[in-house]
T-cell receptor, first 111, second 116 residues
Framework: EDQVTQSPEALRLQEGESSSLNCSYT??????LFWYRQDPGKGPEFLFT???AGEEKEKERLKATLTKKESFLHITAPKPEDSATYLC????????????FGTGTQLKVEL | DSGVTQTPKHLITATGQRVTLRCSPR?????VYWYQQSLDQGLQFLIQ???????AKGNILERFSAQQFPDLHSELNLSSLELGDSALYFC???????????????FGEGSRLTVL
């Protein structure tokens, strides 16, 4: 069974204090790994897709990386508007379009 | 705004009752997904439809059913409701082409179901 574990569960940063969120996964064959952002009371919003180990994607202050067992979401010089829950999901080969999500990291960036 | 519309936003009902949640996908998207989000289990995949046909099924209870209509909107029916069914129910759509695959989903804002 596909599994996704995210850590930490919650993270509090000062504005400008860079950090990383971790997503460890177990999947029979990885078709893709996805990062989503979810604001309170909203649906998840797609951020990145990573397909193979060594791949990196960047968007503003966010950079996602992938190894064979985990993915990191690096947040550089975060701002309060980066506060949200960040969700990681995997899609397995032969699993159709189903995404298996982790429970997320709740990030709060303070002034 | 993702372009995915879900109604109702909030629903309070009693155990044993039946409710229907509605979803309109983004214009042009043929694929619709339903997910359940609870505090302790995160987002759980329920079911996927593509152009009116069931494409994939997750851990969806037998008390739950869904369908996608010719105009591509979808409904999720939840019956014999239990306290544990209280959750956020999300619909998502994707620009999935026939035989294709994508994990880039566009989520609606969800329907919050409270069963008392």
């Amino acid at each position: 069974e596909d599994q996704v574990t995210q850590s930490p569960e919650a993270l509090r940063l000062q504005e400008g204090e860079s950090s990383s969120l971790n997503c460890s996964y177990t999947v029979s064959g990885l078709r893709g790994l996805f990062w989503y952002r979810q604001d309170p009371g909203k649906g998840p919003e797609f951020l990145f897709t990573l397909y193979s180990a060594g791949e990196e994607k960047e968007k503003e202050r966010l950079k996602a990386t992938l190894t064979k067992k985990e993915s990191f979401l690096h947040i550089t010089a975060p701002k309060p508007e980066d506060s949200a829950t960040y969700l990681c999901a995997v899609q397995a080969t032969g699993g159709g379009n189903k995404l298996t999500f982790g429970t997320g990291t709740q990030l709060k960036v303070e002034l | 705004d993702s372009g995915v519309t879900q109604t109702p936003k909030h629903l309070i009902t009693a155990t044993g009752q039946r409710v229907t949640l509605r979803c309109s996908p983004r214009s042009g998207d043929l694929s619709v997904y339903w997910y359940q989000q609870s505090l302790d289990q995160g987002l759980q995949f329920l079911i996927q439809y593509y152009n009116g046909e069931e494409r994939a099924k997750g851990n969806i209870l037998e008390r739950f059913s869904a369908q996608q209509f010719p105009d591509l909107h979808s409904e999720l029916n939840l019956s014999s409701l239990e306290l544990g069914d209280s959750a956020l129910y999300f619909c998502a759509s994707s620009a999935l082409k026939a035989g294709g695959n994508t994990g880039e989903l566009f989520f609606g804002e969800g329907s919050r179901l409270t069963v008392l």
